[in-house]
């Protein structure tokens, strides 16, 4: 039994009517990684490379970054391994990066914004990926988009620096879709990007103006809110031909919403680690064609309370 349960976790989820989803891991340390593997992880979706750079005095050095970058890639065996660089700026600060006090945070200098100013925290990071071995097995991730000029930018850095470097390959490179513009013009960022990852806490913090650090709000905060799954519907379809899409938000994880993310067109799910093989399981037991004929009329419904309802009773009635 526990050995069946083993070989499930390890082997790829596919739905009811036949779609392979990629079910990957958020992770915040190479520790995480190896957990990450053992429970079946199909990849590592997000990475989030801040918590090397946070309780220290200093920003970690290119050398120790590499290290922990590499050891991140080799526990996943040469499966992908996103890697966002440092998203760092509302919620999160680093006491060696005085920034300066903003009114709002969240809609300050943060994630790919403070790159422009601080650039070279950006390139010791950047050269700290590039010296990652295998590169085919890396994907950076750009946090926090609001539109393609700032993924161009980093990826001119990136090239001038693999360059310096000497190397020939180059990791991909993707965008977060957090900002609501980003979602609505999904169709430029693939373009420029090689995949786009939606995060839905911050997409459905923005798109509702509804703080995800506000305990009087978090009922309300609903990603299932039929605005913001229309925003993750522009984006698969805005993405659709150009370049995968996946959510790496907490959504991904909750067993209603991911049914729903499936559903809209989306081709990866990144979850806590012990939520693998549970992610697994729900996605072996979905027909998402069959709920893809529900979803329009869903689409136009008022609330988020009213999208969790019509789901309760649809798994009522197929189960
Ligand atoms: C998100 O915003 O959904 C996300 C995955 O990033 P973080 O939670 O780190 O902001
Ligand atoms: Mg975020």
């Known amino acids: 039994r526990a050995l069946e349960a083993r070989e499930a976790a390890q082997a790829p989820a596919t739905t009811l009517d036949g779609r392979v989803i990629e079910v990957c891991a958020n992770i915040g340390s190479a520790a995480e990684a190896r957990l990450a593997a053992e429970q ?64 709002n945070p969240a809609l300050g200098v943060r994630g790919v914004r403070l790159w422009q100013r601080h650039p070279e925290l950006l390139d010791t990071q950047l050269r700290a990926l590039l010296q990652v071995e295998p590169l085919e097995a890396l994907r950076i991730m750009v946090p926090m988009v609001s539109d393609v000029g700032e993924l161009r930018w980093v990826r001119r850095r990136l090239q001038g620096l693999a360059e310096e470097l000497g190397l020939s390959a180059m990791p991909r490179l993707g965008a977060m879709i957090e900002v609501p513009t980003a979602a609505l013009c999904a169709a430029s960022l693939a373009e420029e990007a090689d995949f786009l990852s939606i995060g ?43 370049c995968p899409v996946g959510v790496c938000g907490a959504a991904a994880g909750d067993p209603q919403a991911l049914a729903l993310l499936v559903t809209l067109g989306v081709d990866e799910l990144s979850v806590e680690p012990a939520r693998v093989p549970a992610v697994k399981a729900a996605l072996r037991q979905l027909d998402a064609r069959a709920l893809a004929d529900e979803l329009p009329a869903w ?21």
């Open 299 to 319: 689409l136009m419904l008022e609330d988020g309370e009213a999208v969790r309802q019509r789901l309760t009773d649809w798994y009522e009635r197929v189960q």
């Open 200 to 242: 839905t806490n911050d997409l459905t913090q923005y798109a509702l103006a509804m703080d995800r650090e506000d305990p009087g709000l978090a009922a309300r905060a609903d990603v299932l809110h039929p605005g913001v799954l229309r925003l993750i519907q522009a984006t698969v379809n805005g993405a659709a031909g150009k």
């Open 40 to 103: 079946g992880a199909d990849g590592i979706g997000l990475m989030r490379s801040e918590f090397l750079f946070l309780e220290r005095h200093s920003a970690p050095d290119e050398d120790d970054q590499q290290r922990e970058y590499q050891a991140a890639v080799e526990a996943l065996g040469g499966k992908p391994v996103i890697i966002r660089t440092l998203d760092i700026g509302a919620d999160k600060q680093l006491p060696y990066l005085r920034l300066p006090e903003t009114p």
